[in-house]
């Protein structure tokens, strides 16, 4: 078994999406929106999507929830927690080694946690 996706919530799908289109350029992604309410960006065997809630109702953070990426070795960590806070996301753990994983974490413009490893 394996993941197939990810989705987090927005109240605010133009930020979102320029947020990760920008965090996630370069990185072999590719975006698409099937609805105004959703929109995905995929990888090969996976996708992330953010999304306004089908219920209408306001998006909020799941408290205890995280999106984990692999997304390279040490330099592409570091690399991309930058870019985070660049683009507006928040530090919640600086670039470091955790057990045998090197990782950050940040978070979104919504306040959905992200981990960032090698």
Not at 40 to 57: C, M, T
Not at 88 to 114: I, M, W
Request: with cysteine; hydrophobic share 35%.
């Amino acid at each position: 078994m394996k993941m197939n996706y990810f989705v987090v919530g927005t109240n605010d799908m133009p930020a979102s999406k320029a947020f990760y289109d920008a965090l996630f350029e370069g990185e072999g992604l590719h975006s698409m929106a099937p609805s105004d309410r959703m929109t995905y960006w995929l990888g090969e065997g996976f996708a992330f999507a953010v999304a306004r809630p089908f219920d209408e109702r306001p998006a909020t953070i799941g408290n205890g929830s995280m999106v984990g990426f692999c997304v390279g070795g040490k330099e592409d960590v570091e690399r991309m927690h930058r870019r985070a806070l660049e683009l507006g996301g928040t530090c919640e753990g600086a670039p470091g080694q955790r057990g045998p994983k090197f990782s950050a974490y940040v978070r979104d413009l919504h306040g959905n946690k992200l981990c960032l490893s090698d």
